[in-house]
C-alpha cells in the first residue's frame, strides 16, 4: 500500500518597492501596490485559477478519492482578497468538498520563530483564525515557513497543538533511511513528522521541462510507475511542491496541466496506490521512527540550510534589527504600524538579499523584483527607519506609549548608532538614543526635510 | 599568430582609458603567444621625445615580442579641430634650435588620417602577419588601406563612438564617415560593451552577426593598504575621477551632492579632472552653498588618483554615456564602494556595485547615503567588490581576441 500526499505552497509576499531615503519621513507607502497586484492577477489566471479547477474536477470525477493538501499564506489570501477576489472563491469551493486540507503557517510567512518565538506564536494563531474564517478548517498540522524546521521547533508547534507536521527529506538528516514513511521528532512525544520525498517532487516541480533531462519528457505512466516501486519500501510518498509549479513555473505548453490531469487515474490503476492529506497520513501510519535533527533545515537551494535568507551579512543585519524594533512597534498599539512592520518579516525580503551567485543565485535572480540584492536592502533599511520614525511620532503624542516604550528601552541593551544623520544602521538604537535624549531636535529634522526638498535639478532647468 | 595592430596611443603617454587597454591587452596578447607590429603616429613633439626615451630605456617591448613602429603625426585621443590647431602651433614653436622645422604631413587631423594610411600601407607590404587589429577611428583609414594592400583580413576595435563623445549632439559627419567606412570594410568588429553593440546596430548599420563583445579587464594596481589622511578625521569622502564634460555626468555629481548634505552635513565631495565644465560646476557648487564641502583639484595623475581612492567611502560614475568605463575598477581595487550608471558598458559585467540611472540625482544621493550609513552594505560591497575586479584579468580578453583572429582566418579561406 503506497498513499501519495500532495501538499501545495502558495505565498505570494507584499513586495517593496524602491523605497529612497528621500521617502523616510515623508511617507510610509512601502509597498508596491502596482507590481503586487499585476503579479497576483497574472498568477491567478496562469496557475491559481486553471490548476483549481482541474483539481476541483479531478476531485468529483474520483469519488473523493483525490485528495490534496495546501498551504496558503496570510499575505497571500489577504491579496487574493485585495487583487483577485476569484481565487479565494475558488479556494472555498476546494475545501468544501472535504477532499481538501489546510495546513497552518506563520500569517506573514516569516523566520519569527529564529528570533522572536512570541511574534511567531502570534503570527501562527492569526493564520489558524485566518483559515477558519475563510475555510471553516481547524488545522491540526502544521507547516513552517520554508520548511524551516528542528527538534525544538517542532516541540514547541506541538505545544500550540498541533500533531503532525512538514519538513525536508534531506539526504544529509535521512542517510540511509527513507522519506516514504512516517515519523516521530525526537524528544516531542506524539507528533507525526512528514518528510518530503525530494526526487520525485522535483522530478515535476523542476525538471519537469527540463530537456536536458534524461527522463524528459516525463509521462503519466512512467511517474505513476515510479510511485508504484515505493509499494512494499514505504507507506506514503510525500510531494510537496509550490503551487505556482503548475502554470507559472512549468508554463503550459509544457503540458503540465495534461499530466495533473491524467495523473490521479493512472496513479490508481493500481489497487494498491491511494491519495491522502497530510493529517490522514499521519492518522493512518504508525511511526517508524524518532527523527534527531538538531540543525535546522529547510528546503531552499542546495545547501538545504537558512542561508538562503540569513547567509550573508546584509540579511543579518537587516534581519536583526527588524526584530529589534518588533517589540517597540508593538508598543504602539498602532494597527497600521504593526501591520506594516510584519509584512516586512515575511521571509522573501531576505531571500531577495541573497548573493549566492552561482547555481542558486540564478533561482534568486528569477524570483527577485529588484535589479540586485543590494537594491532589496537598502529599500528594506530605508523602511525600517521610517518605522523607528513612526514609533517616535507616536510615543512623542501619547504619553502611555512613551512611558512603555522608554520602559523597554531601559531593558534594553544600549548601542551606538553609527550616523549622525537620520538614516542609521540600527534604527532601534538610534530611537532609544532619541527616545532618551532630546526628542524636540529629533522631530525637528523631519520637518526640516519636508520643508527644503525643492531645489532639484528639474527646477533649475 | 602575427597581428599588424594599429593604435594612436600609449604608456606613459596617452590622453584616455584607450591607450591603458592597448597596453595591457597587448601585453596579455604577448604573454599568449602572438606576435604583434604595434604601429602608431607620433604624438605632438612635446610628447615625442619623452615617450621614446622611455621606451627605449626601458628595453619592455622586446622582451614582450612587441616591436613598435612610429609614424609622425599631431593625432591624439580626443583631438577636435581646435584642439589639434593649437598642438600644431606648439609642435611649430617647439622646432629645433637649428631652424629646421619638423616633418609635417597636413594641415589638419583628417588629412593627418589619410597620410597614416599611406604610411601604414607601406608598412604592411614590408612586414609579415595574418591578421589587422585596429583600434578606433583615427586609424580606420589606415586599417582599410592595409587590408586593400596585402588582402589579409580585419578586424576593427571600437572603444567608443562619436555618439557617446557628443551625447547624439554636433555628431561631426566626417568622424562619423571614417567611423562607419572602417566599420564597413571590416571583417568582424569588436566592441568593448553590448551598450556599444546596440550603438553600431543603430546608429551605424552594423549586422550583428558581425559584432564581438570582448569586455576590458582591470589594470592590477598595489594596494596602499591604510593609506589615509586628514579630512577623514571629520568627514566622509565621496569621489568622482574623470574628464569634467557632459558625458561623464559630473554635474549630476554635484546635484546629488547638495541632496546628500541635507542629510549628512558631514561630508567633502572631491571632484577630480578637468573639462569645459569645471568653471560652471564650481559656480554651481558655491551657489548651492556647498563652496566648502566641495574640493576640485583638477587633473590628478595615476598615483593620485589611487590615493584618492583609497581615501574615498564611495565613488560615483554618474556617465551619460560610458562605451566602457575603466575608473570604477580602479576604485574597487582599493575597496572603496562604487556607484555606476547604468548607461555604462562596465554595468552589464559588475554585480558588487550600485548602479543607477545617470539623470536620477534622488537615487544617487539615496545610494551614497545608503552606503556611507549601512555599515553591512558598506562592507560587502567593499570585499566582494574587491574580489569581483580581481577576478576580471586581461587574459580573458587577450583569449577572446585569439579567438577572434582564428575566426577571421577562417573567413578568409
Known amino acids: 500500500m503506497v498513499a501519495v500526499c500532495f501538499y501545495f505552497q502558495v505565498h505570494q509576499p507584499f513586495r517593496l518597492r524602491k523605497y529612497s531615503i528621500f521617502d523616510i519621513g515623508q511617507n510610509s507607502d512601502y509597498f508596491d501596490e502596482k507590481k503586487n497586484s499585476e503579479i497576483i492577477r497574472k498568477v491567478a489566471s496562469k496557475c491559481y485559477?486553471?490548476?483549481?479547477?482541474?483539481?476541483?474536477?479531478?476531485?468529483?470525477?474520483?469519488?473523493?478519492?483525490?485528495?490534496?493538501?495546501?498551504?496558503?499564506?496570510?499575505?497571500?489570501?489577504?491579496?487574493?482578497?485585495?487583487?483577485?477576489?476569484?481565487?479565494?472563491?475558488?479556494?472555498?469551493?476546494?475545501?468544501?468538498?472535504?477532499?481538501?486540507?489546510?495546513?497552518?503557517?506563520?500569517?506573514?510567512?516569516?523566520?519569527?520563530?529564529?528570533?522572536?518565538?512570541?511574534?511567531?506564536?502570534?503570527?501562527?494563531?492569526?493564520?489558524?483564525?485566518?483559515?477558519?474564517?475563510?475555510?471553516?478548517?481547524?488545522?491540526?498540522?502544521?507547516?513552517?515557513?520554508?520548511?524551516?524546521?528542528?527538534?525544538?521547533?517542532?516541540?514547541?508547534?506541538?505545544?500550540?497543538?498541533?500533531?503532525?507536521?512538514?519538513?525536508?527529506?534531506?539526504?544529509?538528516?535521512?542517510?540511509?533511511?527513507?522519506?516514504?514513511?512516517?515519523?516521530?521528532?525526537?524528544?516531542?512525544?506524539?507528533?507525526?513528522?512528514?518528510?518530503?520525498?525530494?526526487?520525485?517532487?522535483?522530478?515535476?516541480?523542476?525538471?519537469?521541462?527540463?530537456?536536458?533531462?534524461?527522463?524528459?519528457?516525463?509521462?503519466v505512466e512512467k511517474y505513476a510507475s515510479w510511485i508504484s516501486d515505493v509499494n512494499g519500501n514505504g507507506n506514503v510518498v510525500n510531494l510537496f511542491m509550490d503551487y505556482e509549479t503548475f502554470g507559472e513555473h512549468q508554463w503550459e505548453d509544457t503540458g503540465i496541466f495534461?499530466?495533473?490531469?491524467?495523473?490521479?487515474?493512472?496513479?490508481?490503476?493500481?489497487?494498491?496506490?491511494?491519495?491522502?492529506?497530510?493529517?490522514?497520513?499521519?492518522?493512518?501510519y504508525p511511526s517508524v521512527a524518532e527523527m534527531d535533527m538538531h540543525s535546522f533545515v529547510s528546503w531552499a537551494d542546495v545547501e538545504r540550510d537558512l542561508s538562503a535568507w540569513l547567509g550573508n551579512p546584509l540579511q543579518n543585519s537587516?534581519?536583526?534589527?527588524?526584530?529589534?524594533?518588533?517589540?517597540?512597534?508593538?508598543?504602539?498599539?498602532?494597527?497600521?504600524?504593526i501591520s506594516d512592520w510584519r509584512k516586512l518579516t515575511t521571509s522573501d525580503h531576505f531571500y531577495y538579499m541573497c548573493i549566492k551567485w552561482f547555481s542558486?543565485?540564478?533561482?534568486?535572480?528569477?524570483?527577485?523584483?529588484?535589479?540586485?540584492?543590494?537594491?532589496?536592502?537598502?529599500?528594506?533599511?530605508?523602511?525600517l527607519n521610517d518605522i523607528a520614525i513612526r514609533v517616535r511620532e507616536i510615543a512623542n503624542k501619547d504619553v502611555s506609549v512613551f512611558n512603555h516604550v522608554k520602559a523597554l528601552t531601559l531593558v534594553t541593551e544600549q548601542g551606538t548608532s553609527m550616523s549622525q544623520g537620520k538614516v542609521c544602521e540600527s534604527p532601534a538604537e538610534k530611537l532609544y538614543e532619541t527616545i532618551m535624549n532630546d526628542p524636540e531636535s529629533f522631530m525637528s529634522k523631519i520637518n526640516s526635510s519636508k520643508a527644503d526638498d525643492s531645489d532639484s535639478l528639474f527646477d533649475q532647468k | 599568430m602575427k597581428v599588424l595592430m594599429l593604435g594612436w596611443e600609449f604608456p606613459p603617454y596617452f590622453a584616455g582609458g584607450v591607450g591603458m587597454v592597448c597596453y595591457h591587452l597587448t601585453r596579455a596578447l604577448c604573454q599568449q603567444g602572438v606576435d604583434i607590429t604595434y604601429v602608431m603616429p607620433f604624438g605632438p613633439t612635446m610628447v615625442r621625445s619623452d615617450y621614446m626615451k622611455i621606451l627605449i630605456a626601458d628595453n619592455l617591448f622586446p622582451r614582450l615580442r612587441l616591436q613598435l613602429k612610429e609614424v609622425p603625426t599631431l593625432l591624439g585621443a580626443y583631438t577636435s579641430e581646435s584642439s589639434y590647431e593649437h598642438d600644431f602651433k606648439q609642435y611649430l614653436m617647439s622646432s629645433s634650435p637649428g631652424g629646421r622645422t619638423k616633418a609635417l604631413y597636413g594641415p589638419n587631423v583628417f588629412q593627418e588620417a589619410l597620410l597614416f594610411a599611406e604610411k601604414v600601407k607601406l608598412i604592411a607590404?614590408?612586414?609579415?602577419?595574418?591578421?589587422?587589429?585596429?583600434?578606433?577611428?583615427?586609424?580606420?583609414?589606415?586599417?582599410?588601406?592595409?587590408k586593400k594592400a596585402t588582402g589579409k583580413p580585419l578586424v576593427v576595435h571600437v572603444h567608443i563612438t562619436e555618439f557617446d563623445k557628443t551625447g547624439g549632439n554636433g555628431v561631426d559627419q566626417r568622424i562619423y564617415d571614417m567611423e562607419r567606412q572602417g566599420m564597413e570594410a571590416a571583417d568582424l568588429v569588436i566592441v568593448v560593451s553590448n551598450f556599444i553593440k546596440n550603438r553600431l546596430m543603430q546608429n551605424y548599420g552594423v549586422p550583428e552577426w558581425k559584432i564581438r563583445v570582448v569586455y576590458n579587464a582591470a589594470e592590477p594596481t598595489t594596494d596602499l593598504n591604510d593609506y589615509t589622511c586628514k579630512i577623514k578625521e571629520t568627514d566622509k569622502v565621496v569621489l568622482f575621477?574623470?574628464?569634467?564634460?557632459?558625458?561623464?555626468?559630473?554635474?549630476?555629481?554635484?546635484?546629488?551632492?547638495?541632496?546628500?548634505?541635507?542629510?549628512?552635513?558631514?561630508?567633502?565631495?572631491?571632484?577630480?579632472?578637468?573639462?569645459?565644465?569645471?568653471?560652471?560646476?564650481?559656480?554651481?557648487?558655491?551657489?548651492?552653498?556647498?563652496?566648502?564641502?566641495?574640493?576640485?583639484?583638477?587633473?590628478?595623475?595615476?598615483?593620485?588618483?589611487?590615493?584618492?581612492?583609497?581615501?574615498?567611502?564611495?565613488?560615483?560614475m554618474p556617465s551619460v554615456s560610458e562605451p566602457f568605463g575603466l575608473v570604477p575598477l580602479e576604485a574597487m581595487a582599493q575597496e572603496t564602494p562604487a556607484i555606476i550608471s547604468k548607461q555604462s558598458g562596465?554595468?552589464?559585467?559588475?554585480?558588487?556595485?550600485?548602479?543607477?540611472?545617470?539623470?536620477?540625482?534622488?537615487?544617487?544621493a539615496n545610494k551614497i547615503l545608503a552606503v556611507l550609513h549601512y555599515g553591512a552594505l558598506n562592507n560587502q560591497?567593499?570585499?566582494?567588490?574587491?574580489?569581483?575586479?580581481?577576478n576580471m584579468t586581461w587574459d580573458k580578453p587577450a583569449s577572446s581576441c585569439v579567438t577572434i583572429y582564428g575566426e577571421l582566418l577562417r573567413m578568409k579561406r
Not at chain 2, 125 to 146: G, K, N, R, S
Not at chain 2, 249 to 266: C, I, R, S
Open chain 2, 125 to 146: 607590404q614590408l612586414e609579415d602577419f595574418d591578421v589587422i587589429h585596429a583600434h578606433d577611428h583615427w586609424t580606420f583609414p589606415a586599417a582599410v588601406a592595409a
Open chain 1, 49 to 219: 485559477l486553471p490548476t483549481n479547477k482541474i483539481l476541483l474536477d479531478l476531485i468529483k470525477n474520483n469519488d473523493g478519492k483525490f485528495k490534496v493538501s495546501f498551504s496558503i499564506s496570510g499575505v497571500a489570501l489577504e491579496q487574493f482578497e485585495r487583487y483577485a477576489p476569484e481565487v479565494l472563491h475558488s479556494f472555498r469551493e476546494l475545501a468544501k468538498t472535504g477532499c481538501v486540507e489546510f495546513l497552518n503557517e506563520t500569517y506573514f510567512h516569516s523566520l519569527s520563530y529564529l528570533f522572536d518565538k512570541e511574534e511567531f506564536s502570534q503570527q501562527v494563531k492569526m493564520h489558524r483564525d485566518k483559515i477558519k474564517d475563510l475555510f471553516g478548517q481547524e488545522a491540526k498540522a502544521f507547516r513552517n515557513t520554508e520548511l524551516v524546521y528542528n527538534n525544538e521547533l517542532a516541540n514547541f508547534v506541538q505545544g500550540m497543538g498541533y500533531n503532525a507536521i512538514v519538513a525536508e527529506g534531506a539526504d544529509h538528516i535521512l542517510g540511509w533511511r527513507s522519506p516514504n514513511f512516517i515519523y516521530t521528532p525526537k524528544a516531542v512525544g506524539s507528533m507525526k513528522l512528514l518528510l518530503k520525498n525530494y526526487r520525485l517532487s522535483d522530478d515535476i516541480a523542476f525538471r519537469f521541462s527540463n530537456k536536458g533531462w534524461s527522463e524528459h519528457p516525463l509521462s
Open chain 1, 360 to 383: 542558486d543565485g540564478d533561482v534568486h535572480k528569477y524570483f527577485n523584483p529588484y535589479d540586485s540584492p543590494y537594491e532589496g536592502f537598502i529599500s528594506f533599511m530605508n523602511a
Open chain 1, 318 to 337: 537587516a534581519a536583526r534589527e527588524l526584530y529589534k524594533l518588533g517589540r517597540l512597534v508593538k508598543a504602539t498599539d498602532d494597527k497600521a504600524l
Open chain 1, 258 to 284: 495534461e499530466f495533473l490531469k491524467r495523473l490521479p487515474a493512472e496513479v490508481m490503476k493500481n489497487p494498491d496506490n491511494s491519495f491522502v492529506t497530510i493529517s490522514e497520513a499521519a492518522t493512518l
Open chain 2, 381 to 390: 560591497l567593499k570585499q566582494h567588490g574587491l574580489v569581483e575586479v580581481r
Open chain 2, 241 to 316: 575621477i574623470g574628464r569634467v564634460t557632459l558625458q561623464k555626468g559630473p554635474d549630476y555629481f554635484v546635484e546629488a551632492a547638495k541632496k546628500v548634505l541635507h542629510f549628512d552635513p558631514n561630508v567633502k565631495f572631491v571632484l577630480a579632472g578637468t573639462g569645459d565644465m569645471l568653471p560652471r560646476l564650481i559656480e554651481r557648487a558655491a551657489q548651492l552653498g556647498m563652496a566648502d564641502r566641495f574640493i576640485f583639484p583638477g587633473f590628478v595623475n595615476r598615483d593620485e588618483v589611487m590615493r584618492l581612492n583609497k581615501i574615498a567611502d564611495v565613488f560615483v
Open chain 2, 346 to 364: 562596465v554595468s552589464e559585467v559588475l554585480e558588487h556595485v550600485l548602479k543607477v540611472d545617470f539623470w536620477d540625482v534622488n537615487d544617487i
